[in-house]
């Protein structure tokens, strides 16, 4: 396989991470809302939201009304936490993803020049990442990555110019201040300049709280997404969002893969 990825970088990335899913379809959020992309989502979180603390039945009532779309890649207790989960490095991601990639089969296609990596918690396998987004860079293709925000990016995987998705939650999501807010991982995101801020709304609350953060984090280009897995919820909330997303000059996106397909994986 050719490469311009020095041989240490691809030894670093040899270790195998979970992989939940790897797909082709439509960026449905953010900046980049409609283009096409190829999915990495990888197993594994380090938040529980919609629930204080990491579920121990299957029946455990939902304690906030933010509740994570991807359970399937952690909660163990609802789910069979290894059901469709590959262990793949990321020479073995990037193959996969490049079969993905219509314009390999059919050359009159465009390529999809972007890589949108999720979870889960991305950044819990910081090491294949690292070398998927050289990768990619290299390959002249753009890398987003959806974190949480309270891991700390490090120099290496800034370095490789990808830009990050950073959604820190809210109180909302149920879990409490001091698990879900990490202020140096926040302030290494912010000062790397290669972030974006997504929140995810439910309702006003949510709105006074993101203000606050702005505040006190300094945040800028901050990007509001309506919680909802459903069209209509989707809607109502964008409705609800809207003007005060007007007033303190913050954006606000759809999630039209819900739109499209409602709550289908792999969209």
């Avoid at 290669?194 to 949510?206: I, L, N, S």
């Amino acid at each position: 396989m050719s490469s311009s990825i020095p041989l240490a970088v691809h030894r670093t990335g040899l270790r195998p991470a979970p992989v939940a899913e790897l797909f082709y379809s439509f960026q449905g959020e953010g900046v980049n809302l409609g283009r096409r992309a190829l999915f990495v989502r990888f197993r594994d979180c380090n938040l529980t939201c919609g629930y204080a603390r990491a579920p121990r039945t299957a029946g455990a009532p939902v304690e906030g009304r933010m509740r994570c779309d991807t359970e399937y890649t952690w909660n163990r207790a609802a789910h069979d936490f290894n059901k469709g989960v590959r262990h793949l490095t990321s020479d073995e991601i990037w193959d996969e993803l490049m079969v993905l990639d219509p314009s390999t089969a059919s050359p009159s296609v465009a390529p999809v020049d972007l890589i949108v990596v999720s979870g889960g918690e991305p950044l819990l396998h910081k090491d294949t990442l690292v070398t998927l987004a050289q990768r990619a860079t290299s390959h002249g293709r753009r890398v987003e990555i959806e974190t949480n925000a309270t891991i700390r990016p490090g120099p290496e995987l800034v370095a490789t110019g990808a830009q990050f998705n950073a959604a820190p939650k809210l109180a909302s999501s149920a879990m409490p201040r001091k698990k879900r807010i990490k202020p140096d991982a926040i302030s290494e995101l912010r000062d790397s300049g290669q972030a974006r801020w997504k929140f995810v709304v439910c309702g006003p609350d949510d709105l006074a709280e993101i203000a606050e953060l702005q505040q006190e984090f300094g945040l800028t280009e901050i990007w509001l997404s309506p919680e909802g897995t459903t069209p209509a919820a989707v809607i109502e909330r964008m409705r609800m969002a809207a003007d005060a997303a007007l007033t303190h000059g913050w954006n606000l996106t759809t999630r039209e893969h819900v739109l499209i397909w409602g709550d289908e994986r792999g969209r």
